[in-house]
């Protein structure tokens, strides 16, 4: 959203143009033939923010600095029920009806292109024991990220983080080493059950 200023910057979800939403300048233009002339809106989201970029760049954009974003041609119903969360935002934020007038937006910040370098298989950063994924992490979208694949990426990747993490407290946990002193006798044995070390102690010192 451009407009109003208290809102700039809140996201207008990408499903208003995967439902159909159209990108137009000033002018009235459907600018995006320029563009991509084959996938228009459905165009990926660089190509998209680029595209508007360049057209508030070169004069044609909307009041606020940007460019409309239309899904006023499809019946409202269908708008209300597939964008329910975008038509209140629109109506409550901006007073704008978006099953009836265009949305102004421009591209912003969503998403952080990583940073902490790690080790693809455990996550493990270069400091033992600190582990980073999703958008801290470096690496796995490279210069650009295609729409809907940051979840994946942190289910995939968090729990080969987590595992790593798991197993590594496991090594150096005060358990360990009690466990290695009093292998193969009772308080060997308590200890892997995972009594506390007070019991085990007990136990060890008869
Ligand atoms: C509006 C919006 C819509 C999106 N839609 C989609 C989508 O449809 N599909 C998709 O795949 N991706 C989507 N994304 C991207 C995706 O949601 C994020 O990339 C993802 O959630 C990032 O996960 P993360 O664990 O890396 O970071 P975060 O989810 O930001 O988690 C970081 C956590 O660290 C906490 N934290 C920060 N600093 C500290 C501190 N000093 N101490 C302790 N805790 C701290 C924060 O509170 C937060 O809970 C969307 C993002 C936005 C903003």
Redesign the pocket.
């Known amino acids: 959203m451009v407009w109003p200023s208290s809102v700039r910057g809140l ?1 207008v ?2 499903a208003v143009r995967g439902e159909g939403g159209i990108l137009l300048n000033a002018k009235g233009e459907r600018f995006m033939e320029r563009y991509d002339p084959a996938r228009m809106e459905l165009s990926t989201r660089d190509v998209i923010a680029r595209a508007i970029y360049s057209e508030v760049n070169e004069g044609r954009g909307s009041p606020h600095g940007g460019a409309y974003l239309s899904i006023a041609h499809k019946p409202a119903r269908f708008i209300r029920a597939k964008l329910p969360s975008m038509y209140q935002q629109f109506i409550s934020f901006a007073g704008v009806d978006i099953t009836r007038e265009a949305m102004e937006v421009f591209p912003t910040t ?2 952080a292109m990583g940073g902490i370098r790690v080790e693809p298989a455990s996550c493990q950063t270069a400091i033992p024991g600190l582990f980073a ?5 470096a690496g796995l979208h490279g210069a650009n990220r295609l ?8 289910l995939v990747f ?1 729990r080969r983080a987590g595992e790593a993490a798991g197993e590594r407290a496991r090594q150096i946990s005060p358990h360990a080493s009690v466990r290695r002193r009093h292998r193969g006798s009772r308080a060997g044995a308590a200890c892997a059950l995972g009594a506390p070390k007070w019991r085990i102690a007990r136990i060890a010192n008869g």
Do not use: F, K, Q
């Not at 729409?147 to 942190?154: A, K, T, V």
């Open positions: 996201l979800t990408e969503h998403y994924v999703g958008e801290a992490a729409g809907g694949n940051s979840l994946s990426d942190l968090g």
